[in-house]
C-alpha cells in the first residue's frame, strides 16, 4: 500500500508515519510543491533493493560491444567519404 503526504504533513504527523511502516508496511511517498520527493518504505524492502546493485545491472551492458563497433565503423565510414581533409588510416 502506498500513502503520499505533503512535505508539511509529513514533518507533523512523522511518529503516525512510522507506525504506519511499521505496523501496516505502508511505502510513504513524501511530496513538495506537488512533486514526488522521497519514498518512505520499510526496512526489509529496502533492504531487497539495496541487495541487487550489480547483480541487477549485469545485463543493462550486454550487447555493449556490437553497438561500439557498430559506431566505429560509421565513424571511419564517414572520415573517409569526407573531402576536405586527408585522413589516412
Known sequence: METIFSLTEAKSKFSDIINRIIYRREKITITKKGKEVAVILPIAEFRKFEKKGLIEAKGV?????????????????????????????
Open 61 to 89: 551492458l550486454a550487447g555493449i560491444d556490437d553497438t561500439v563497433e557498430e559506431m566505429v565503423v560509421q565513424i571511419y565510414a564517414a572520415r573517409e567519404s569526407e573531402e576536405s581533409r586527408e585522413v589516412k588510416l
